[in-house]
């Protein structure tokens, strides 16, 4: 969808080495989300935003950190990356929380 | 703790079939639901939703869903499925006033030509 873009899309990392994922909107929205997909969980929430340096843990968040220094940026790092981390991250973004998401296009990550 | 359940992990449907996916959920306040479809390699689009009103819900591409509060459901319809309709499908369950939402496993939709 237009105005939601994740960077990398694929990427294949060792485990151990720090990962970053970047979440980039230009809708000015105020909430921004990261999910893992994996199949037989469907989407797990690893942290969510709620404002510019505002950010909670979801249910997955072990392993998992995120930052966001303006509107538009939400970035996940996972710290030493794991084999169980190989999944497929999405961004989501909402203008409020029960209006529904705009998903970004994933990015998939393997760790070998 | 809150969940959503998809009952129908897989189904198999022939064109012009009619298509109905289940949806429960374990929370006893306010919602907002969600169904969104995910086509093969592609992002999570919304379908529909219901916020309040009228508990049947009209979508995109002929989908509609009924709230049973009752019941806890959410249920995903379709009179006739088509071929391209081949995808996963998802509820999402919202609590009102928290920024929060869960999802369902999914089901994933075959639709034979």
């Known amino acids: 969808d237009a105005g939601i873009t994740q960077s990398p899309r694929h990427k294949v990392t060792e485990t151990g080495t720090p990962v970053t994922l970047r979440c980039h909107q230009t809708?000015?929205?105020?909430?921004m989300y990261w999910y893992r997909q994996d199949p037989g969980h469907g989407l797990r929430l690893i942290h969510y935003?709620?404002?510019?340096?505002?950010?909670d843990k979801g249910e997955v968040s072990d392993g998992y950190s995120v930052s966001r220094s303006k509107t538009e940026d939400f970035l996940l790092t996972l710290e030493s990356a794991t084999s169980s981390q190989t999944s497929v991250y999405f961004c989501?973004?909402?203008?409020?929380?029960?209006?529904?998401?705009?998903f970004g296009s994933g990015t998939r990550l393997t760790v070998v | 703790a809150q969940s959503v359940s998809q009952h129908n992990h897989h189904v198999i449907l022939s064109e012009a079939a009619s298509l109905e996916l289940g949806c429960n959920y374990s929370?006893?306040?306010?919602?907002?639901l969600f169904w969104y479809v995910q086509y093969p390699g592609q992002h999570l689009q919304l379908l529909l939703k219901?916020?309040?009103?009228?508990?049947l819900v009209k979508g995109i591409k002929g989908f509609e869903a009924e709230f049973i509060k009752s019941k806890f459901s959410f249920n995903l319809r379709k009179p006739s499925v088509q071929w391209s309709d081949t995808a996963e499908y998802f509820c999402?369950?919202?609590?009102?006033?928290?920024?929060?939402?869960?999802f369902g496993t999914g089901t994933r939709l075959k639709v034979l030509a």
């Open positions: 989501a973004i909402s203008e409020s929380p029960g209006v529904g998401y705009t």
């Open positions: 219901y916020f309040s009103g009228d508990p």
């Open positions: 999402a369950v919202n609590q009102r006033g928290t920024y929060k939402y869960i």
């Open positions: 809708e000015n929205h105020r909430y």
């Open positions: 935003s709620y404002g510019v340096k505002d950010t």
């Open positions: 929370y006893g306040g306010t919602v907002n």
